[in-house]
């Protein structure tokens, strides 16, 4: 699938829409943890594509994207990375989905994002109870505390 240049490197991804063509689709951007790659999510694509646009993104590193050694691994330039992304496919309302440090970038990402990409809503998974809804305004004002 997809290659796009950005911010000086290649960033692999898997974009999926077997929605009705004639209605836009809500997007959802679901991102792996390290050590994996977008083919973790490989077993969910006909069960979210039906109905979304899904985007599966390689992390830095990872998969089909390639690591640039002028740019530093920390967690806000992996954020930033998803930013990047973001903006170079012109996504504004997105709903996110990550595993292990997926998750925790989509939140992070999210609380840096919530003004400028409406509607926004992070899930994560909860072994116990299953997929959960997380609220995005309290993550912001545990960040802002």
Known sequence: MPDI?????????EDHDFSTPWIK???VLIQHGFGRNANFWFQWVPKI????????RDLRGH????????????FDRLVDDMRDFC???NLEAI???GES?????????ACQSASKRDPLSARKRDPLSGWR???VRHSLALRAA
Do not use: C, Q
């Not at 440090?101 to 990402?109: A, D």
């Open 5 to 13: 240049e950005i911010s000086g490197y290649t960033t692999h991804y």
């Open 25 to 27: 689709s809500e997007v």
């Open 49 to 56: 594509a039906n109905d979304f646009r899904l985007i599966r």
């Open 63 to 74: 998969g089909g994207t390639t690591d640039p050694e002028n740019l530093p691994w920390s």
């Open 87 to 89: 903006d170079a496919l």
């Open 95 to 97: 709903h996110l989905i």
């Open 101 to 109: 440090t997926g998750g925790m970038l989509s939140v992070g990402f």
């Open 133 to 135: 809804k997380l609220d």
